[in-house]
């Protein structure tokens, strides 16, 4: 639902902008309606099970008791993540790339519009795939659709280009998202889960805000084509990680010949 809101938001402000000549300004105000509606939303519609969390002072929410009950499966499954949130920045640069070729204006929104719609059709099958064939050959995949995608998306010189990037993009979003987030409760214990999802978040969020601006200053000094294919680079190294954990994690319970596991790993 939250992505069928991705579609619906960005086809509306394409047809205000048609309306609104390119009025972004106003176009904007537009969407000061829906974002009441969600606080009201929350505020008169959900509450909490009584008695679930009882009013306590001000803690950290992160505690080291907790830190140090997450497995080593756990903390690869976050470096994955990090890596790979390096590697993918923000989407804004997408409609960046689609005005440099030659998408009008009142159009622009379309690039998130087919990103949500390949995401949101994609993402449960590839969940369903993921409980069949297993969550890392998912993720593997998802990988290798970014690195296609960025390299389009470098060498892209119409908006029709550019937009089977953005498609493509999208597509490794829906292998990819949902995918992580089940890695994550995969390794983690129950009572655990709500900081195990929170770290992740934590981590994976620095990591994009990072690549962002890691994007916007290679952008600026060396252009499109650059950023991507570092993108891609990028989006290689969480895949040869990807790979060398799992690796590592079969021959950490693989028994030796003596018997017991082998630990070189």
Not at 59 to 80: C, E, K, M, N, T
């Amino acid at each position: 639902m939250d992505t069928v809101g991705a579609v619906l938001g960005p086809a509306l402000a394409m047809l205000l902008m048609y309306w609104l000549a390119n009025d972004i300004s106003r176009v904007l105000w537009f969407a000061v309606a829906p974002a009441i509606i969600a606080v009201l939303l929350i505020v008169v519609g959900v509450e909490e099970p009584e008695g679930r969390h009882p009013r306590q002072g001000f803690r950290s929410p992160i505690r080291h008791d907790a830190l140090r009950q997450f497995s080593g499966d756990y903390w690869r499954v976050v470096a994955v993540g990090a890596v790979f949130a390096l590697a993918r920045f923000s989407e804004a640069f997408l409609v960046l790339r689609a005005q440099q070729a030659g998408l009008a204006v009142t159009w622009i929104p379309l690039v998130m519009v087919v990103m949500s719609v390949v995401y949101s059709v994609s993402a449960l099958p590839a969940g369903m795939l993921s409980d069949r064939i297993g969550r890392r050959s998912l993720l593997v995949a998802g990988l290798m659709l970014l690195i296609l995608a960025d390299l389009i998306l470098a060498w892209a010189g119409s908006p029709l280009m550019v937009l089977m990037g953005v498609a493509l993009w999208g597509l490794h979003m829906g292998f990819t998202q949902g995918i992580l987030a089940a890695m994550v409760a995969d390794v983690t214990p129950e009572e655990l889960k709500g900081t195990a999802f929170g770290l992740f978040n934590l981590v994976s969020g620095l990591f994009m805000l990072s690549a962002s601006v890691m994007a916007g200053a290679l952008w600026e000094s060396y252009g499109a084509s650059i950023t991507l294919c570092t993108g891609g680079v990028l989006s290689l190294v969480a895949l040869v990680m990807l790979v060398w954990f799992g690796r590592e994690r079969r021959a950490v319970k693989a028994p030796s010949s003596g018997g017991e596991r082998d630990t070189h790993a």
